[in-house]
Each structure stands twice: as C-alpha cells, then as structure tokens.
C-alpha cells in the first residue's frame, strides 16, 4: 500500500480509530493489532511476501533467544554459531531475491568476455519490496544481542511488531531494537500535541513527494531517456531535477513514515536533516539517510578498526562501506559507481583530518549562511549533483554518455527543458528549501509553527491544495516511491 494512495487515505483513520478507541488500554491487543495492519498494509502489493517478512522475524526472534541461552550456559562458542548462522540466512535470502541474478548476469558477461561462454540460470524473482530495510533491521537485533547491548525479547508480538510496524516497514527509518522496540513493551498513551506535530510533519513530507519529486521525476524522465538527443542546458537541468526528485521521495517518505508513528505514540529516529545545505561531503552523510549510514558505520565500519588503525586500513574501511552502501541501493553497477564515486570524495577528507569540520551544525542566530558556508554548499550540492546522475542511469554507460554530453556544451534541441515550462515547480523547490533552512536545526523540516493562527492556517490550506491538485494532475502516473526497490 502506498501512503499518497486513496486506499492509504482509508486505512489510516480506521487503523488509528481502532488502536486509540478500542485497544487504547490494552498493550497486548494494540501490539497484536499494528502486527495485523502492518501485515495487510504490506502484503497489499503482494500477500506472498508476507511469508519472507515472516520467516525472517522468527528466524531472529528464536536466534536472539538461543544466543542468551548459549551465552547464559558459558557456551560462547555455540551462541556465536547461533549469531553467525542467523546473519548467513538473512544474508541469504537478501543475496537470492536482490542480487542473484545480477551477479550471474556479470559473471556471464565477464567470462564470455575472455571466450568463455557459460550460460547461468536467472531466477527472474520479483524483488520484495523494502527486503533491505527489515533485513538489516532483523540483523541489527540479532548482531546487539550477541554482543550484549541487548537483551533479547520474550514477546514474540512485540518482536513481530518491531519489524513489521508499517510506518517504515518498506523505507525506513532503518530502526535499532534498542531505540523501537521498548516502546512496543510499554504502555502508550494519546498525546495531542504530538499528533498534531506528527500530522505537520506528514503533510511536509506529502508535499515533497507529491509535489516536488514526482513533479520533477516528470523533466528528470526526458533528460535521462534522451539524453543522447537533448542538450547540454537540458541535461544540467535533469540532473538538477532528479536531485530534487530523489530529495523530495526519500525525505519525503520518511516524513510521512515518522510523522503517521507519532500518531500511535511511537517514535522513530530522524532519517534526513537538511542534508543539500551540507558543507561538504561528509556532513552530507551525517545528513542523508543517517540510519543507514549509522547502521553501516557500528556493524561494518568499526568492526574494521574505524578509522583508529593506520592510515592505509581507514582508507580501506572507507571504500568498503561505500562500496557496500552502493551495493545495498540495488543490483547495478551504477550503484557501485555511486558508492565508490562518494568514497573518493571523503577519503581526501579523511586523510586532512577535516571530516568532521561541520560537526557543530548551523549558527541559529544567523539569518543566511555566511560567505564562506554559501560556496562550500554549492560546491558540495555541484559534487552530489554529479553523483546523482550516476545512481539515476540505468547504466555506466548511460552514466558516462551523460555527464561526456553535459560538459560538452551541446546546444538544445526540440526536445528540451526549458526554464519557463518550470517555472511553477522551481518557485516549490525555493519554497521547500526556505521552509527547511528556517527550520535547519529543529527536530524536523516543518517543526516551527507560524505563530499566527490565521497565517498558519493558511499555510496548511495552501500546502494541502499543491498537494491535492499535483496528485490529480498526475494521477495517471506512477508515483511508487523510488527507495521501495530497495
């Protein structure tokens, strides 16, 4: 089910009727209650992915107790063939259902390269939609408890209910079961004013999906499936519009996700913060997709000695999780170009010792960013531009006929993009981007209230107007979230 659908729009006031009204004393039925509506909210796309999310959820849940039985007994060894074989399994069933066939698919074009014909069965499986999200949400659970950072859960609904919860079940927030599942093993209770935060905060992020990315998937579709026919300007104009596209549906997703949690008392780690004000590349990835980001750096990163062994081995631990991080995005070698492109960038970082040059966030009591700030911005904002268009082409090829093309100042063609077409969508994205300067070190994009209540209502009247007319301007197209074949 897809939260900017009319089935959404139906689903969400019964969910939250049920839960409040009927189960708002009951913690046992409520758990049970978000495992049931996060199971038809899932299985909605198809129900046989519902035995995927199940098998894994069991898997870890029953590993989890094992590995503290094991432990409990002094039998380390056995716990620790308890952890690695429920991380080999979900591991597995990631590996056969998003990469298999992509590997078989290189191996075959890499060997015939060399003479060697062999022909490899694909699978030809359909992807499950968000399978890296709740497995590696699954792994991080298993992983902190055989580590002892956890200890493991009894309730097996409230397990469930950790994994399934259907707010970021499908693209995140990738949670950690220290932060989510607690609050699945505690009374909660109605908090209007958090309700009300949590709808704001739903409504930003309809309006970034809506009418920022899915009206710029629109002009980025035509640069980037022609882009051997259009100019140069076009092309920069793409690129620059499938920036704002990816921004606008992953950001905006996890609005709606974090904002729709608030509305059952649940609370979910922030996922984006501003993250095209960054000022260089690596407090752009304190900013983008910062659970993912977090996770690869406490299950991968520091495992490897982080960056507390000598120079040569953080350089390696770097290109590692980018190269991972790539890899996690999707079966293609585009995405593999996109991590390693981004480990270039912060390796030099690194090595001048100015990776965490930023990490004090913005000045509130300036009104603009300074000079200097300004032009790390654009630079860095130019730097992800770039690497966009890799992770955006649908193949290296594509990738370097693209960039090869925009640089060479090709002149336009009848297929174009022109400024004046745009015009009502770049005055959305400078509105989207003053919104969430004003609020760069909030809680979230869309946090400060207009004080007036007038001027307040009628900010809430007109976004919910852009959003209601984008959506029936574009009702015909496909509007799936980008992250949800990942």
């Not at 716990?79 to 066939?101: E, P, R």
């Not at 990163?301 to 996690?328: C, D, H, M, Q």
């Not at 593999?336 to 009591?365: E, M, S, T």
Request: include cysteine.
């Amino acid at each position: 089910m897809l939260f900017n659908s009319p089935e959404f729009l139906i689903f969400l006031p019964v969910v939250f009727l049920v839960y409040w009204k009927l189960l708002g004393r009951n913690l046992k039925l409520q758990n049970l209650f978000v495992v049931a509506v996060s199971y038809v909210f899932y299985g909605w796309w198809d129900w046989r992915f519902l035995f995927l999310i199940a098998f894994t959820t069991l898997c870890s849940f029953l590993n989890a107790l094992a590995i503290k039985r094991n432990k409990d007994r002094g039998n380390r060894h056995v716990a620790k063939m308890f952890s690695a074989g429920n991380v080999i399994i979900n591991l597995a069933v990631l590996g056969v259902f998003k990469y298999y066939d992509f590997f078989a698919q290189s191996l075959q074009e890499g060997l015939s390269a060399f003479g060697c014909n062999l022909d490899f069965a694909t699978l030809n499986i359909v992807l499950p939609v968000g399978i890296s999200f709740y497995t590696f949400q699954a792994l991080s659970y298993t992983i902190d408890v055989y580590r002892g950072d956890l200890q493991p859960t009894r309730d097996p609904v409230a397990f469930f209910a950790f994994v399934s919860f259907f707010p970021q079940l499908v693209a995140g927030p990738i949670e950690r079961a220290g932060n989510l599942l607690p609050q699945f093993g505690r009374p909660r209770s109605f908090d209007y004013s958090v309700a009300v935060d949590g709808l704001r905060q739903m409504l930003w992020g309809f309006f970034k999906k809506i009418v920022i990315a899915d009206n710029c998937a629109y002009y980025a579709n035509i640069a980037f499936d022609h882009h051997d026919e259009v100019g140069s300007v076009s092309l920069l104009l793409g690129a620059i519009f499938f920036t704002f596209q990816i921004y606008g549906d992953f950001s905006g997703y996890s609005s709606i996700a974090i904002g729709c949690a608030k509305l059952f008392g649940i609370r979910l780690q922030a996922n984006f913060r501003v993250a095209y004000f960054s000022r260089d590349i690596s407090e752009f990835w304190k900013r983008w997709h910062i659970s993912l980001n977090k996770w690869f750096v406490d299950y991968v990163y520091i495992p490897l000695g982080g960056s507390r062994v000598a120079r040569w081995k953080v350089v390696r631990n770097t290109f590692v999780i980018f190269l991972l991080s790539g890899l996690w995005h999707g079966a293609n070698w585009t995405y593999v170009g996109w991590g390693l492109y981004h480990a270039c960038l912060f390796i030099p970082l690194i090595l001048l010792g100015k990776n965490h040059r930023w990490k004090d966030g913005f000045r509130q009591d300036r009104m603009l960013p300074s000079g200097a700030e300004l032009c790390h911005m654009l630079l860095t904002f130019v730097l992800v531009v770039v690497g966009w268009i890799v992770f955006r082409a649908t193949s290296m090829t594509q990738a370097v006929e693209y960039i090869g093309r925009l640089f060479s100042f090709v002149g336009e063609t009848d297929v174009n993009i022109s400024f004046e077409k745009t015009i009502t969508l770049d005055i959305m994205i400078v509105l989207m981007l003053v919104v969430e300067w004003w609020n760069r070190n909030e809680v979230h994009e869309f946090h400060r209230v207009i004080p007036n209540y007038w001027f307040r209502t009628a900010a809430y009247v007109v976004l919910i107007v852009a959003v209601y007319l984008s959506y029936v301007m574009s009702i015909e197209a496909e509007n799936t979230f980008i992250y949800f074949q990942f």
